[in-house]
């Protein structure tokens, strides 16, 4: 059965979806026009589904979000590379990026079982720390390993593990990083901003970034459906969770015997 819509119904919800095609986002005044109105809501969800995207309510805001590589509001890697890496930067540094914001978003969540953070912010240092973590359990795969699940997953962990080994870490304990270098720490400040820019993440602190709510609902809504990360997670963690059991059972073994 097909729907219809009144003349200022329709403009009503093209007006509210070009804000968001234009922006990415809409303020609290829009925010109410799309709750308030169902019929409003459902065509800014159609206008959207045309261009495989998805709206969501994050706090007092409305944000577009691109579901697939293919939708025209998808950040390109060329477009990655030319703002936020250097001129020199290859595919290997996209993809050490895009660990390091799952990293970056997963130390919010316990083991990424959780649908509410357990942590209110994470200080650069200790993400460097845990994006080193997580090199270490990619190298605890042989090579036949990283090359079976590169073409599974269309990421290059050898490039990812080369990249991040070969950064220069002289200036890690500079109180400043301005990018200038290409130390650990001074490429996690490219991608603190990145985080910033896409409204990903919040500054709480000197060097301490936080979620936002619009990540928060990705989270809920997306991050952790098969779906949309393609197993990636399962991977990134599967070590982990390989040797909690070992763990497990090296105690149990020990509870019998005594």
């Not at 914001?101 to 357990?118: H, K, R």
């Not at 270098?181 to 409204?199: C, H, K, P």
């Amino acid at each position: 059965m097909a729907f219809t819509y009144s003349n200022e119904t329709v403009m009503q919800a093209f007006r509210l979806y070009s804000q968001l095609a234009m922006n990415g986002m809409a303020e609290k005044e829009r925010l109410q026009e799309y709750m308030a109105d169902d019929e409003v809501r459902g065509l800014v969800d159609q206008f959207a589904s045309e261009v495989d995207c998805a709206v969501i309510a994050a706090g007092d805001e409305l944000h577009l979000i691109p579901l697939v590589r293919l939708s025209p509001f998808h950040v390109s890697n060329e477009h990655m590379k030319k703002t936020y890496l250097r001129a020199s930067a290859v595919n290997a540094d996209l993809y050490l990026m895009y660990l390091a914001m799952i990293v970056f978003i997963g130390a919010f969540y316990d083991s990424y079982q959780s649908l509410e953070p357990t942590r209110n912010f994470l200080p650069l240092d200790e993400w460097a720390v845990l994006v080193q973590e997580r090199i270490e359990s990619l190298k605890e795969h042989d090579e036949e390993e990283l090359k079976r699940y590169e073409s599974e997953f269309s990421y290059n962990w050898s490039a990812i593990i080369e990249k991040w080994d070969t950064m220069d870490d002289i200036k890690e304990t500079a109180k400043r990083q301005t990018g200038n270098t290409i130390s650990r720490l001074s490429f996690l400040d490219t991608v603190r901003r990145f985080l910033l820019e896409q409204r990903l993440a919040e500054e709480v602190g000197t060097g301490e970034l936080g979620l936002t709510e619009k990540t928060k609902v990705i989270v809920q809504r997306y991050f952790m459906e098969l779906e949309y990360n393609r197993g990636i997670l399962n991977f990134l963690y599967s070590l982990d969770e390989r040797e909690n059991r070992s763990e497990e059972e090296a105690r149990h073994a020990v509870d019998l015997e005594n």
